[in-house]
């Protein structure tokens, strides 16, 4: 018995050894990546079913790695997150998205709104300041950006996250709370902090109308929504029965890959283009 503990301590801080390795290199391999530019920005169009027009988008960071290829934003984001990381990536990101936005005004370019993620790390004194300057600097109104949230920033309800919601909602941005009901939900969160977009996580939309707790939830989700005048979106729509589920039940506006991937620019400004 002791024999063995002792071997599967010895197995045990090897592998250790090995993740702190992998971590030592992720975030110095992360580093290099901000210095050299590979990070590089997807864009999801949002649809409205009625209208049929694009009525917005979220911007999805992607890492263009000179071996690996493209690397999905779950394989950095969070490691990012655990090791504040995210602060630098963030302020990139924002950036980007913000002065992509700038340059599409000046092309004339319609777009009613860009949607960025924001991770509850980048909540910190200055953030309202720093995105305000971007959006100065590169000729965008706060109105053309919607920042989405999760519920786990709201979770510990501290003063100053709470002040910087209403802070960025006061400098005219547009707030979302993303994932919505994929976490320590409460109903409270919604009445406290001025909410415009409530998107519905792709695990409710997932089946619908076929799945009958599914189907339940979301028409829950549907009537809350209504009922504080919050605008709802269902994220992760794959199919005709879903966006036609959602439509009938007062969720007309929905992003998925039933009508869209993420798009690299090129592709996205095209499908703007595109549009009558
Ligand atoms: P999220 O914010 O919930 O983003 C939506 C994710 O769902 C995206 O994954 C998108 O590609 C995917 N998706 C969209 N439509 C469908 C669909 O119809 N079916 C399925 N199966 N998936 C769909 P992605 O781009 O891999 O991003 C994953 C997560 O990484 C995001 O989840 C977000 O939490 C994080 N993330 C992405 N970009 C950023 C960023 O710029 N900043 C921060 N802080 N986090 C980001
Ligand atoms: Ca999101
Ligand atoms: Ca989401
Ligand atoms: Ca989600």
């Avoid at 802070?167 to 979302?176: D, M, N, Q, T, V």
Wanted: net charge negative.
């Amino acid at each position: 018995r002791a024999r063995e503990s002792g071997q599967d301590f010895l197995f045990y801080s090897a592998e250790m050894n090995r993740r702190s390795l992998a971590r030592v290199m992720l975030d110095t391999e992360l580093r290099y990546a901000l210095e050299r530019n590979e990070f590089l920005l997807h864009y999801q169009p949002q649809y409205h079913q009625q209208t049929g027009r694009i009525v917005g988008a979220e911007a999805l960071v992607r890492w263009k790695h000179p071996r690996r290829g493209l690397v999905p934003p779950s394989e950095f984001i969070p490691f990012a997150e655990e090791t504040g990381l995210i602060l630098l990536i963030g302020e990139w990101i924002a950036q980007e998205v913000i002065r992509q936005v700038g340059e599409w005004n000046r092309q004339g370019l319609s777009l009613p709104r860009l949607s960025l993620n924001l991770s509850a790390k980048q909540f910190r004194p200055g953030l309202v300041e720093r995105l305000q300057a971007l959006c100065e600097q590169h000729g965008v109104r706060t109105e053309q950006l919607e920042l989405e949230v999760t519920e786990t920033l709201l979770m510990h309800g501290d003063a100053q996250t709470t002040d910087l919601i209403h802070a960025l909602s006061e400098a005219g941005f547009a707030l979302a709370l993303d994932d919505f009901g994929s976490g320590y939900s409460n109903l409270a969160y919604l009445h406290r902090f001025p909410f415009d977009t409530l998107k519905i996580d792709r695990s409710f939309v997932s089946g619908l109308p076929g799945n009958n707790s599914n189907a339940a939830l979301v028409r829950a989700i549907l009537g809350i929504a209504e009922s504080l005048g919050i605008e709802p979106i269902a994220e992760g729509v794959e199919t005709a029965e879903e966006a036609h589920f959602l439509l009938q039940h007062g969720c007309p506006r929905y992003q998925g890959f039933l009508f869209s991937r993420p798009l690299p620019l090129d592709g996205f400004v095209s499908l703007l283009d595109a549009q009558p």
